[in-house]
């Protein structure tokens, strides 16, 4: 089984979305400009496959994604997140004696927002693309902005691997290093890195991380500089937790964003339940830069 997406932009031919501009989209990796600031029309079909070539469309279902001023789509996916989260939420603390409209019209705005529904015309033109009668029926693939990555043999990921399986521990070493010698230390990479200029690389990427650190060190100890407020919503599943909406606040400084950290933790803590947990903290935006959200 397989997932196909496909575009279908007002007054205009709708387009094949490829799975690995989907999975950039998703994960923030990726954007479509072309569509900032705008919301598109979406139609997913759940696919049957054999021998890697689609056999039946099992499924297919129309959802609307909203496109921020970058192009990008992860506002919009933790948005409509968090509406259904707090729809869910709302059905379920609704009294059983009381009959409540209130459910009832989350969920008609959520599909009025969120849904919408492909006409027969519509799924013709998807069916079209998955089985061209002709070449006129393949749809054009969409572009996004980022790069399609060179194949990555055998040879090379494990060349990959070998290489920076120590990556870890040199990182241990630099962040155990306190503020002077960091600075000595980073000074003394960029003269080895000329001193030795077969591996002058390795030596600049060793001052660049120091650096990285010592600056780290400094906005801590001040407070100053761009600092996030985060709340992470995590959910317990059967065998691990997953991270499943992540709220952030960008501020001018620490005590600004302890201050946001209070007001967005009061503010979604309906959302807290016995398998959803909050984790609230905040952090420079050189550690938010490398955080492994979901966004």
Known sequence: MSVRYYIFPESEEPMRLSQRL???????????????????????????NEGGRPVQIEQTYGTIWTFDEAGEIREGLHE????IMN?????QSSSATVVSLRPQLNKKRLAEKFRWEPTKADIDR??????????????????????????????????????????????????????PSLKGFAFE????????????????????????RVEL?????SGKGIWYAVIEVMHQREDYV??????????????AAVAAARQLLAKNLHLFDDLVALETRVMTDLEWEVMSFPN
């Open 242 to 255: 997953e991270t499943v909406q992540v709220i952030r606040e960008r501020c001018e400084g620490r005590k």
């Open 189 to 212: 990479s960029r003269s080895k890195a000329k001193e030795d200029p077969e591996y002058r690389h390795l030596y600049e990427a060793l001052a660049k991380m120091a650096d990285d």
């Open 87 to 91: 729809a869910m939420e709302e059905t």
């Open 217 to 221: 060190l400094k906005r801590k100890r």
């Open 22 to 48: 989907v999975e950039g989209l998703t994960h923030g990796k990726d954007a479509m400009p072309q569509y900032a600031g705008t919301r598109q029309k979406i139609v997913g079909a759940l696919i049957h």
């Open 126 to 179: 998807v069916v079209g693309d998955l089985w061209p009668a002709s070449k006129a029926d393949r749809l054009k693939e969409a572009k996004g902005t980022s790069k399609r990555k060179p194949p990555l043999s055998y040879d090379a990921s494990h060349a990959l691997t070998k290489v920076s399986q120590g990556f870890w521990e040199i990182a241990r070493e630099i962040d155990r290093l306190k503020e």
């Open 80 to 83: 409509a997140l968090a509406e």
